[in-house]
């Protein structure tokens, strides 16, 4: 739920201002490749993120249950 609630704030902020300042043109075509390429790139970000995460949360669990 909150994945997409950023997602959707995200896009919405980045497309006005791109097409506010004129760095795309306000075109149906240009308008579904640039979510295309949105979506992709902020799930790619998300699931390095999340494997990263992921990574060092078993890390500091290992050396937590080593401590004890």
Not at 19 to 36: C, E, G, K
Not at 42 to 53: D, E, K, M
């Amino acid at each position: 739920k909150s994945l997409i609630c950023h997602l959707g704030s995200i896009y919405l902020a980045y497309l006005l201002c791109y097409i506010v300042n004129r760095w795309i043109p306000f075109d149906i075509m240009v308008i579904l490749i640039f979510t295309l390429i949105f979506i992709v790139t902020y799930f790619v970000i998300w699931i390095i993120v999340y494997l990263c995460t992921k990574k060092v949360t078993k890390k500091l669990n290992k050396k937590l249950k080593i401590d004890k």
